[in-house]
């Protein structure tokens, strides 16, 4: 059996596959409060390349040439690695699998929309691109999107995590991009929450508030969000569609797919084209999205209609959230950090097409560990919460002497991240 699933370059999907064509029920439409405007505002804050994409019932929708080529640059396609060193350890007779999104040149898998989205900004001639950050994944990513874009990157990065992850922002300084620390005294709506708490350590909320702000004041700057929106799911399927292709070469069938799930889109890019498969009738898998227990927007939120920030500029979106003021603990896994959740992703758990787990920091980085022992890979915290959900299913696999096949979305790796495993070795996590 291959320990590594390669392809060719020109296996790089030619074109995105949109759940939006194949929903079993009716997508809840985005709505708007009386006094709010919000809908009317996304033409002023979007691209029209995005924003016809956000809305777009087509299946298939065509990877622009100039982002395949940059997306063949940055070395996709991703392989395919299968986890004998973990079958092994855990003395399973499922094989695992893990689709590697830590290669980019940022280590996740953000770039992929993130080069999307620069692209169409460009096209509508766009001076900048505004956006948020938490742990500072997606603001590396889309710094240098816009750096190979030519054009600027604003970056509202949350106050807690700019003074905790200096080196996110030296790779955003490293690829031109503005970094501000958010709460920030740049906008009306920062200096509101400043006025009122000098020490705010800022939320993701918040943030992307900041950034739409800025969009809005000025028709040469644009908005873009690194997770949640339909377009940015879209964008992600290139993930799935050549995980698929991979499979299909060594005769595998997906039984469970597993992936973490901050606002869903490394889960919905792995996942959403095999959605269709069994849709379609042609697999039996079990999808399961994995999320913290500190921040439980799948397992514990509510299904109904929110804003997607804090200042409700956002439209708002029918999605399982913790409510838009909800503030996570300052967990070490920033990148799931958020109250919401891709309104598709979260319909597919309303519907009962995919399942949700949450898992606590002490296990996460547990597994991690075991994983960096016996594949030498060390994962991002958030990629941690989908490996040890898919260690549980192997191990259940050993006790029901089922050989089924485990494919893990690796959405990053952790080497930005060592505080947190230096926490856990030293048993300071509680
Ligand atoms: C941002 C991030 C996530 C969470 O975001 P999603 O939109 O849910 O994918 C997960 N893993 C890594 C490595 C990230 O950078």
Redesign the pocket.
């Given at each position: 059996m291959m320990q590594r699933v390669t392809l060719p370059a020109k296996a790089i999907p030619k074109k995105w596959y949109n759940l939006s064509a194949d929903l079993p029920v009716e997508f809840p439409e985005y709505s708007q409060t009386e006094e709010g405007k919000q809908l009317e505002n996304l033409p002023k804050i979007f691209s029209r390349g995005v924003l016809e994409q956000e809305l777009s019932q087509k299946r298939y929708i065509t990877i622009p040439k100039k982002v395949r080529k940059i997306y063949k640059k940055v070395g996709r396609p991703s392989p395919l690695y299968r986890a004998k060193g973990l079958e092994d350890h855990l003395d399973t007779p499922a094989k695992i699998f893990y689709k590697r999104e830590d290669m980019s040149p940022t280590g996740?898998?953000?770039f992929n929309t993130a080069i999307a989205q620069a692209y169409y900004a460009k096209k509508d001639k766009a001076r900048m691109l505004t956006t948020e950050t938490g742990a500072g994944?997606?603001g590396s990513a889309l710094s240098l999107a816009c750096n190979m874009m030519d054009i600027d990157c604003r970056v509202y990065m949350v106050r807690v995590s700019f003074q905790q992850k200096p080196y996110r922002k030296t790779i955003m300084h490293l690829y031109n991009g503005e970094i501000l620390p958010s709460p920030s005294d740049k906008t009306e709506f920062g200096r509101k929450i400043l006025s009122e708490d000098p020490d705010h350590p800022g939320t993701l909320g918040i943030a992307i508030s900041e950034a739409i702000e800025d969009a809005l004041k000025d028709e040469k700057i644009y908005y873009s969000l690194?997770?949640v929106l339909n377009h940015v799911m879209l964008h992600q399927t290139v993930i799935g569609l050549e995980t698929k292709k991979q499979l299909a070469m060594i005769d595998a069938e997906p039984d469970i797919m597993v992936g973490?799930?901050?606002?869903?889109?490394?889960?919905a890019g792995a996942v959403f084209p095999f959605i269709k498969d069994q849709l379609d009738g042609n697999i039996n898998c079990k999808f399961i999205a994995a999320e913290p227990n500190s921040c439980p927007t799948l397992t514990q939120g509510e299904y109904r209609y929110d804003f997607g920030d804090t200042a409700g500029m956002t439209p708002l979106i029918k999605m399982y959230t913790l409510g838009h003021e909800f503030v996570p603990p300052a967990i070490h896994t920033g990148?799931?950090r958020y109250h919401g959740m891709s309104p598709l992703v979260a319909l597919l758990a309303h519907e009962k097409l995919i399942e949700a787990r949450s898992v606590t920091q002490t296990e996460i980085f547990e597994s991690g560990k075991i994983f960096a022992d016996v594949e030498g890979v060390i994962p991002?915290p958030?990629?941690c919460h989908a490996i040890k959900v898919g260690m549980d299913e192997a191990i259940k696999c050993r006790k029901e002497k089922e050989e089924k096949n485990i494919i893990i979305n690796f959405?990053?790796h952790g080497l930005l991240d060592l505080q947190g495993y230096d926490d856990y070795i030293e048993g300071k996590l509680s």
């Open positions: 996740s898998h953000k994944q997606w690194g997770s973490c799930v901050g606002g869903g889109s490394n889960f990148g799931l991002a958030e990629t959405s990053g």
